[in-house]
């Protein structure tokens, strides 16, 4: 039962446009949200969060919008920047219960010249 | 500034082999957690801990024992190794469980043959 999708194994996007990465969630109990980004050889690091309380978080070229209604997130980098090529995972989880946080699949993210 | 170190990067096993998986980090975190990786797959949740002293399994304990002796180590132990074993280790921490932002090692690459 996988509780957090993100149904898009793979997106390419030329440096500048803007990136959208996609996750649904189907756990009601879900309520803060999580992206990370993934280089190869390298463990995950954390990207942004949101918590079920907001509908929007920025944090420089990243946005995380919300959509609970839909038990959708997703992540927009904008501009695209070669450096941004990474796995992103989505995470999700209770609020107060890290060790509850549910991770999707990931989305390879390669950003072209 | 060390973060979460993980030992070793890389080891080959034979079946039925046991090994122990090494974690340390050097931010006085209390939460620590050992993840597993899968081609394709999300970050399934082996065990975790609280605290010194404290532990509880996460989703996929089972071929696995962990122990907690000091805020700083968490060592993962594998006995008697299996191909299904074969995957990708991260080993986590963060100051406390509510947020789900943690800071992840480089990972362990373990190969069971």
């Known amino acids: 039962d996988q509780q957090v999708k993100q149904n898009s194994p793979s997106l390419s996007v030329q440096e500048g446009r803007i990136s959208i990465l996609n996750c649904d969630y189907t756990?009601?109990?879900?309520?803060?949200f999580l992206w990370y980004k993934k280089y190869p050889a390298e463990g995950p690091t954390f990207l942004i969060s949101?918590?079920?309380?907001?509908d929007k978080n920025e944090d420089g070229r990243f946005t995380v919008f919300l959509n609970k209604s839909a038990k959708h997130l997703s992540l927009h980098i904008v501009p695209s920047q070669p450096g941004d090529s990474a796995v992103y995972f989505c995470?999700?989880?209770?609020?107060?219960?890290?060790?509850?946080?549910?991770f999707g699949t990931g989305t390879r993210l390669q950003v072209t010249l | 500034n060390a973060g979460v170190t993980q030992t070793p990067k890389f080891r080959i096993l034979k079946i039925g082999q046991s090994m122990t998986l090494q974690c340390t980090q050097d931010?006085?975190?209390?939460?620590m957690y050992w993840y597993r990786q899968d081609p394709g797959m999300g970050l399934k949740l082996i065990y975790y801990?609280?605290?010194?002293?404290?532990?509880d399994k996460g989703e996929v304990p089972n071929g696995y024992n962990v122990s907690r002796s000091t805020t700083e180590d968490f060592p993962l132990r594998l006995e008697l190794a299996a191909p299904s074993q074969t995957s990708v280790y991260f080993c986590?921490?963060?100051?406390?469980?509510?947020?789900?932002?943690?800071?992840f090692g480089e990972g362990s690459r373990l190969t069971v043959l």
């Open positions: 986590a921490s963060s100051t406390w469980g509510g947020t789900g932002e943690l800071f």
């Open positions: 756990n009601s109990m879900f309520d803060y």
């Open positions: 949101i918590s079920s309380i907001k």
């Open positions: 995470a999700a989880t209770p609020t107060g219960t890290a060790s509850k946080l549910t």
């Open positions: 931010m006085n975190h209390n939460y």
């Open positions: 801990s609280v605290g010194a002293g404290i532990t």
